[in-house]
């Protein structure tokens, strides 16, 4: 079984991490993908993509943004070109598609991201064109929201379930993970079509909870600043 976390956040928005640090981390974890979605920006995740190749890491690097729409957040994977935020949810599956991307919903029904503004797009997952929907997301707060959603898809919308760790420093990636049959980006795109994935999580550890906490306290996570989550309309182009 292959191994991808397709949500991780680095430096280039409000992650802590470098998407070196990142880079070999994943490389220590024995991932076989991941996907670097900062918030509105893919400029570290092709910065990944192309140190991945150069440092001949075995680790593929899919480009990823994750967008916030005007109805919450969403991630597009594969993209090609940035994805400016607050568009409607609609219309950025639409763009996304129109790359050739695939399109998750995130946290889709995510109670505590959404008290910050950084809630994912909840019953809109039925009704838009969503490749892949996560059910399970890393984030420490998210155990309740988590089993909720994999009902949910289990009984509603019968995608693909896909895992990220939604990582905002080094130690948290690889914290839930997509495991799909094959090795490489395609069996993976393969196994989204086929909804042949399933998830795995790790539970939480003393030093990554330490972490999360201090990033947090540090402000590095920035949930209300341009990087975040949480963006204004003046950030928007
Ligand atoms: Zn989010
Ligand atoms: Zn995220």
Same mark, same amino acid.
């Given at each position: 079984m292959g191994r991808a976390d397709l949500h991780i956040h680095s430096d280039?928005?409000?992650?802590? *991490? +470098?998407v070196a640090q990142i880079l070999f981390r994943a490389r220590h974890l024995g991932l076989d993908v991941i996907a670097i979605t900062d918030h509105n920006e893919i400029a570290g995740a092709q910065e990944a993509r192309r140190l991945a190749t150069r440092w001949q890491l075995p680790v593929q690097v899919i480009v990823g943004e994750e967008v916030t729409t005007s109805e919450g957040h969403l991630v597009g994977l594969f993209l090609k070109e940035r994805i400016r935020p607050l568009l409607t949810a609609a219309a950025t599956v639409d763009e996304i598609h129109r790359q050739g991307g695939l399109a998750v919903a995130v946290h889709p029904f995510s109670a505590w991201l959404k008290l910050f503004d950084c809630g994912g797009v909840g019953r809109l997952v039925e009704r838009l064109q969503f490749d892949?929907?996560? +059910?399970?997301?890393?984030?420490? +707060?998210?155990g309740w929201s988590n089993a909720w959603t994999e009902s949910y898809n289990r009984k509603v919308t019968h995608l693909a379930g896909v895992g990220g760790s939604? *990582?905002? +420093?080094?130690? *948290?990636?690889?914290q839930a993970i997509t495991l799909f049959p094959g090795t490489d980006v395609q069996m993976l795109r393969r196994a989204i079509y086929y909804k042949t994935t399933s998830v795995w999580e790790s539970p939480w550890k003393l030093g990554a909870v330490a972490d999360f906490v201090r990033n947090h306290l540090k402000g590095k996570?920035?949930?209300? !600043?341009?990087? !975040?989550?949480?963006?204004?309309q003046s950030h928007a182009i």
């Amino acid at each position: 079984m292959g191994r991808a976390d397709l949500h991780i956040h680095s430096d280039h928005s409000d992650g802590a *991490a +470098t998407v070196a640090q990142i880079l070999f981390r994943a490389r220590h974890l024995g991932l076989d993908v991941i996907a670097i979605t900062d918030h509105n920006e893919i400029a570290g995740a092709q910065e990944a993509r192309r140190l991945a190749t150069r440092w001949q890491l075995p680790v593929q690097v899919i480009v990823g943004e994750e967008v916030t729409t005007s109805e919450g957040h969403l991630v597009g994977l594969f993209l090609k070109e940035r994805i400016r935020p607050l568009l409607t949810a609609a219309a950025t599956v639409d763009e996304i598609h129109r790359q050739g991307g695939l399109a998750v919903a995130v946290h889709p029904f995510s109670a505590w991201l959404k008290l910050f503004d950084c809630g994912g797009v909840g019953r809109l997952v039925e009704r838009l064109q969503f490749d892949a929907i996560e +059910t399970a997301n890393g984030n420490i +707060t998210e155990g309740w929201s988590n089993a909720w959603t994999e009902s949910y898809n289990r009984k509603v919308t019968h995608l693909a379930g896909v895992g990220g760790s939604d *990582a905002h +420093t080094e130690v *948290a990636v690889g914290q839930a993970i997509t495991l799909f049959p094959g090795t490489d980006v395609q069996m993976l795109r393969r196994a989204i079509y086929y909804k042949t994935t399933s998830v795995w999580e790790s539970p939480w550890k003393l030093g990554a909870v330490a972490d999360f906490v201090r990033n947090h306290l540090k402000g590095k996570m920035d949930l209300f !600043g341009a990087k !975040g989550g949480a963006i204004s309309q003046s950030h928007a182009i």
